[in-house]
């Protein structure tokens, strides 16, 4: 029996078609307006391989953007637990991990036309051991980054009929990212629980619009001519 997502959904290779596996999965999620929850169980079974996977669970609490002070400081994060279980014919593993994650973000204005967007993103994670068996290892990680962007506007008055002019609006914006290198050699993350790799980014994006300004009756509408 087939039909047209047969190659969709099984591989067209003899030997993966083959494979004898089991999995099981079950999740739960809930939201509230501020934060939400999910939280996950599933279990691996490779019969042909006697191997297995498994998390049992993976719980993960997302906080949204949340602001301390009003239009200048806000707040947002996430914290995961993890336990992953995997064995074999011959040995048996569990590792367990915490990852927490928390973000400060301000909006700020200098000289009144450019606007800056500065970030500070820190991050605490608990490893049930590391690579040398040492029992509650803890890795602490930051990065940042600053985004400043300003509108230029430039106005060419245009009279014909209900075209009121046109208008170039510009918007220049500057990027940068960093993470400064830290040792992370005693961690090994499993799962969802990685690293952070050194970075030190600058990026420059500039967005153009060209608008006519149309006059109707009493009111002023803008039309978008190109972007």
Do not use: C
């Amino acid at each position: 029996v087939s039909d047209r997502y047969y190659f969709r959904d099984f591989s067209d290779n003899l030997e993966q078609r083959l494979k004898r596996n089991l999995y099981s999965y079950l999740s739960l999620y809930h939201a509230w307006s501020r934060a939400s929850l999910r939280a996950a169980l599933d279990h691996y079974q490779y019969l042909d391989l006697h191997t297995t996977s498994s998390r049992l669970p993976e719980v993960n609490f997302s906080l949204y953007q949340t602001e301390l002070i009003p239009r200048v400081l806000s707040l947002s994060g996430s914290s995961l637990w993890l336990t992953q279980r995997t064995s074999d014919s011959i040995n048996v593993s569990q590792r367990q991990g915490w990852d927490s994650r928390a973000e400060l973000g301000s909006s700020l204005r200098l000289l009144k036309w450019v606007s800056l967007n500065p970030r500070l993103t820190m991050r605490a994670t608990w490893f049930d051991r590391d690579l040398f068996g040492s029992p509650t290892a803890w890795r602490w990680l930051y990065s940042g980054g600053l985004w400043a962007s300003t509108t230029l506007y430039g106005v060419l008055p245009t009279r014909i009929g209900p075209l009121d002019g046109f208008r170039h609006v510009l918007q220049p914006g500057l990027s940068y990212s960093f993470a400064p290198e830290i040792n992370q050699s005693r961690f090994q993350g499993f799962g969802s629980i990685g690293g952070m790799s050194r970075q030190s980014f600058l990026s420059l994006s500039v967005n153009n619009t060209f608008q006519a300004r149309i006059n109707r009756g009493k009111e002023r509408a803008k039309l978008d001519l190109a972007s």
